[in-house]
């Protein structure tokens, strides 16, 4: 009987290969990935993903769309004449996935549960399709805390709404803890990546993941309301005192599940807002789709060097 909790973890990679950590799913004659529209028995999976490196997941499928086509354009990949660029999981009417060569770019919606139910999928994904050492990315965007719009924060350490640096999810009736680390070298490396002539900064830093956007992220904006502006300022300072530099939903099970497969993993989202000054999201459409640009070209950068193209 293996405990999973929060000290029983290891880094390790020894073969490349990505950990099932599920020693029924070899045992079943096919597994449906139901909210990818995919499975072992119907498609062929090693020859649809074998070849994947880089896994891209964002909020919502227009970007995941737009990422997707971004990418073609930067790796010069050309489609097989006639077609175009479709959206693999269409059918599932969950979640949109498109793959150009060696990238896969999927939405994976807002929130913890939302995003932890696709990494299970794309994790055994990895898996069926004999994926060697695929590198995840998440590219979001957040509240900075400290920070005004147009940052890029890298995540060194995704903690909860209480600062712990771990996700926590109730199975059989018992709290598990799987610690949500990130691999710091990669988030570092990223960094290296923007240079002087960005018209934006690059940090990296602490994420405080949260279960709501309003009362979760002490917005004074939502339906309810119950503590006072001074309250949530008192703790946004605390937190900023703690070098976390942004609020956002995801990061905390994204660390949480690549660390527990063995999968390297960054978190990279731009700021929207200086959340010590205001709540709402004010900025124009168009300044917010160039600031949603940002984290794509970081990790554009990191897929044409690690592709040999730089
Ligand atoms: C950032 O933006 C979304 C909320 O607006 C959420 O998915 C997140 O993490
Ligand atoms: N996403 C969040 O989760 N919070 C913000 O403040 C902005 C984007």
Redesign the pocket.
């Known amino acids: 009987f293996r405990t999973m909790s929060y000290h029983d973890e290891s880094d390790e990679y020894p073969d490349g290969a990505v950990r099932l950590r599920n020693p029924n799913i070899e045992l079943m004659d096919q597994d449906i990935l139901y909210h990818l529209a995919l499975g072992s028995g119907s498609h062929d999976l090693h020859q649809m993903f074998g070849d994947v490196k880089f896994v891209c997941m964002g909020?919502t499928p227009k970007r995941m769309e737009q990422f997707a086509n971004f990418i073609m354009d930067e790796i010069g990949y050309k489609l097989p004449a006639g077609t175009t660029l479709l959206d693999i999981s269409q059918y599932s009417y969950r979640y949109s996935m498109y793959k150009v060569g060696p990238v896969l770019s999927i939405s994976h919606g807002?929130?913890i549960p939302s995003v932890g139910i696709l990494l299970h999928e794309v994790i055994k994904l990895m898996y069926h399709a004999r994926v060697r050492d695929p590198v995840f990315f998440r590219l979001?965007?957040?509240g900075g805390i400290g920070l005004d719009g147009g940052h890029l924060v890298i995540t060194d350490e995704a903690v909860d709404g209480m600062m712990r640096p771990y996700l926590e999810l109730p199975v059989l009736g018992k709290l598990v803890q799987r610690p949500s680390k990130l691999d710091v070298e990669l988030a570092k490396e990223l960094q290296s990546l923007s240079t002087q002539d960005d018209p934006f900064e690059t940090h990296v830093g602490r994420t405080m993941c949260t279960y709501d956007?309003y009362e979760g992220q002490g917005r004074l904006d939502g339906a309810f309301c119950d503590y006072t502006e001074k309250e949530k300022l008192e703790f946004l300072h605390k937190i900023h005192e703690n070098n976390i530099l942004n609020m956002?939903?995801?990061s905390l099970a994204f660390a949480a599940l690549t660390h527990h497969a063995g999968i390297r993993a960054a978190v990279i989202c731009v700021t929207l807002l200086n959340r010590l000054n205001g709540d709402q999201v004010a900025s124009s459409k168009e300044v917010l789709n160039e600031w949603q640009n940002r984290p794509q070209a970081i990790v554009a950068r990191y897929i044409k060097k690690h592709m040999g193209m730089t």
């Open positions: 909020g807002m929130g979001g965007t957040c956007f956002e939903m995801e």
